[in-house]
């Protein structure tokens, strides 16, 4: 048993080593890759053991919620969503720089929606379903 836990441990340590020294205490972003991690190994784990397909899917869930906050491209990609429903530039020259202002506010104030929104299911989802992934 001591040999399985000292293997395990090692092995463990390994595997967390990369993103152990890349985390930082000076910003938020690193805990979400902190979980990032640990969402792909249960992931990982879970889809091995033919885990309920539900808490695979929420533990999937958790994961890319976890990225997404990670990467905090919420404004780019609103962006690149107006540019491609619009079939133009965000901001073009043609723009007079009170619409342009109007429009950048509005797409901050919408990525800024999207990231809480996507930190309150994250952490929803971990307070209510953490203890039955392992049941």
Do not use: T
């Amino acid at each position: 048993m001591l040999y399985k836990n000292i293997k395990y441990g090692l092995i463990n340590l390994i595997k967390w080593l990369p993103v152990i020294w890349r985390d930082r205490d000076w910003d938020y972003c690193y805990i979400y890759d902190l979980l990032y991690f640990k969402f792909s190994n249960m992931e990982q784990l879970f889809d091995d053991c033919q885990v309920n397909k539900k808490r695979l899917r929420e533990i999937k869930i958790a994961k890319n919620l976890a990225k997404r906050l990670s990467a905090e491209d919420y404004l780019s990609k609103a962006i690149k969503d107006w540019s491609k429903k619009h079939k133009a530039d965000f901001l073009s020259r043609s723009d007079n720089s009170n619409i342009a202002r109007k429009r950048i506010k509005k797409y901050c104030e919408h990525a800024d929606f999207m990231k809480q929104q996507d930190k309150e299911y994250l952490f929803n989802l971990i307070s209510k379903r953490i203890n039955s992934w392992w049941l």
